[in-house]
Structures are given as structure tokens and as C-alpha cells.
């Protein structure tokens, strides 16, 4: 594997291979890669848990970390993405770690660069780390995919985190459904209500408001979205007996998420956050093995 940018490509066999090696991981603490590898993170959105949760996965495998910081870059002078990347190949990174708002942006790199991209989100298309993440904390939960009733809530059309989970979760058997506003369903189809679903569901992830893909619009208050969409207090008791929370984070509050139920005991938030580092480790260890 050259590189990892979406879970669309990725057949069922490799994914429960990047779970079992994050497991180990998990189980184990560090792992030194033998070999001495360079890389990087470029990130030209905003991130706290992605970003920070790369570097530790890094630290850990003990590569070296070329710091980067998109706002004092060369791109503020004009300079492309292409040039950027070609840039860091020329001055002997291995890998580069890239989150940008721009659907697809990885497809203009691969084939005219020789060091390996790892997405770390692009715009509204794919978010695969953090799809392994949230299927590690499923599997660490339930065991396993086939049969389970997984609810995504939220603003699914412009998720990357729901595509790419909607993607990986069908492909091991799980059943997925969304509910969102009809203006946010993309290709996604929404089911009527929360009554439809909520008593079935062994998962409900829940999904921040993208604002920063909505072009200024906005359909809802906090108030009347917290109303309609959102995990409220009330809706939390009538879960399934084993069912969990998720939610990538950042949460806001109050909107798609009751404040008390961010440590509830049903939630699996900051179990996500650090599973997130061993599913990075497994990914960045399998990168950089497979360099020639
Ligand atoms: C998500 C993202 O950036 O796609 N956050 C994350 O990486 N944990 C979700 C979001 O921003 O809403």
C-alpha cells in the first residue's frame, strides 16, 4: 500500500488487519519502526484531536516529526498543494499526513510524487482514520460488525466521517441508517424520525454541524436542531440496553449532543480520541514498511 487516502478501496480482510495491529498496539505501548523514516503533518483546516493524535501515533513509533504550520507556509505566498508536497519529497520526507478542505485533493499527487499521502480528511469526501478509529472502539465494544444496527445523526451530506463509515461498516455487515434534515442527505437517505430507529440501534453517532461547508446558510437555532436532532436527555433512556455514543468531536454542546451526556456512561467519545493513536500507529507502520 503506497497510500491510504479512502476507505472505498479497502477490502474487509485489510481493514480487520489495520484493527488487529492497532489492538496490538494498544495492548503493547510503543514500537520502534526499524528504519529511519521523516514525516510530516499538513494540515490547512482546523484539528486538535487528528492532528495531535498523529504526532503522538508518530512520537511513539519513534519517526521524526518535520513540524509544519499551514497559516506561516509558502501557500499564503501563492504556492499549490502540488508544489508544497513536491517541495517536502525534495527535501527527503517520507510521508505526509494531509488534511484539506478540498474534495479529492490527493488525486492531482498521486502518481507525480514518490512519498506516500495519508489522508487526514478531505473536505466532505473521506476521513479513514478516523473511520478505523470508530470501527476499533465498535469491535472493542461488540466484538464484531455483522448484524449491528448503527445510527448516524446529523449533517451526513457534508461528513466525511459519515462517508467513509457508511462505506466501511456495509462493507463488514453492519446495518446502517441515517437521520438528518432532507437539505443535508446528499446521497444519503434519511429515515423519518428518531422514533424509527432509536430503540434498535446498538451505536447512535452523533455528527457536528458543518458550518464551514454550508456557505453562510443555516436551517436551525441550537435550540430547535437540539430539538429535533439532537441526543437529548429524554432520548438517552430510551436506548438499547448495551448501546453506545459516538461522536468524532468537536461536539458543541447543547446542539447534536446533550452536555451531560458527553461522559455519560453510555458515551465512547474519548475512548474514541485514544483509540485513534493505536489505528494511526498501525497506518503509519504499514506506510512506511511497504516503502521501497
Ligand atoms: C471531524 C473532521 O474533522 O472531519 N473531526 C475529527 O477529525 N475528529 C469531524 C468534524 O469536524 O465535525
Redesign the pocket.
Known sequence: MDHFVSMKELTEKEIIEFLDRAEMFKKNGTHELPGKYTVSNLFF??????KMSFEMAERKLGLDVLPFEAAFSSTLKGETLYDTVKTLEAIGVDALVI?HPEDGYYEELIGRTSLSIIN??DGSGQ?PT?SLLDLFTIREEFGSFEGLNVLIVG?IGH???ARSNAQALTKLGANVTFLCPDEWADEFKSVNDWDEVLESSDVVML??I?HERHGGEELFTKESYHEQYGLTTERVLRMKERAIIMH???FNRGVEIASELIEHARSRIFMQ?KN?VYVRMAVLEKILKGRK
Open positions: 483546516e482546523p484539528s486538535t484531536r487528528t488534511r487526514g480528511g476521513h478516523q449533517d461528513s466525511r466521517v455528527l457536528r458543518q468524532p468531536a468537536p480520541i485513534g
